[in-house]
């Protein structure tokens, strides 16, 4: 079984910056696809970013050109660059590891974006 631990969460002025990171406990973690998912209040979970085992990116358009997804395999972490941020951005933010059999989510990281 897969556990993922998110940290880097927090409270932050609108146009200010955020790194999540996403550490996993998992032998083969460059064989599984990562995520970041996110949830407000009465909202469903939606897609921020994935990345595949091989490094091919894929970002929800609300957050297309200012966040970023990365991963680095010898760390078994996977990181959420969150520049620019709005305060729509306000959510648990929810790190995802899915291979052909399993799929696996962490705990969530309250990200909150206010003046």
């Known amino acids: 079984q897969v556990q993922l631990v998110e940290s880097g969460g927090g409270l932050v002025q609108p146009g200010g910056s955020l790194r999540l990171s996403c550490a996993a406990s998992?032998?083969?973690?460059?064989?599984?696809?990562m995520g970041w998912y996110r949830q407000s209040p009465g909202k469903q979970r939606e897609l921020v970013a994935t990345?595949?085992?091989?490094?091919?990116?894929n970002y929800g358009d609300s957050v297309q050109g200012r966040f970023t997804i990365s991963r680095d395999n010898a760390k078994k972490t996977v990181y959420l660059q969150m520049n620019n941020l709005k305060p729509e951005d306000t959510a648990v933010y929810y790190c995802?590891?899915?291979?052909?059999?399993?799929?696996?989510w962490g705990q969530g990281t309250q990200v909150t974006v206010s003046s």
């Open positions: 995802n590891a899915r291979s052909r059999v399993t799929d696996n």
């Open positions: 998992v032998i083969f973690f460059g064989a599984y696809d």
């Open positions: 990345i595949t085992a091989t490094g091919t990116t």
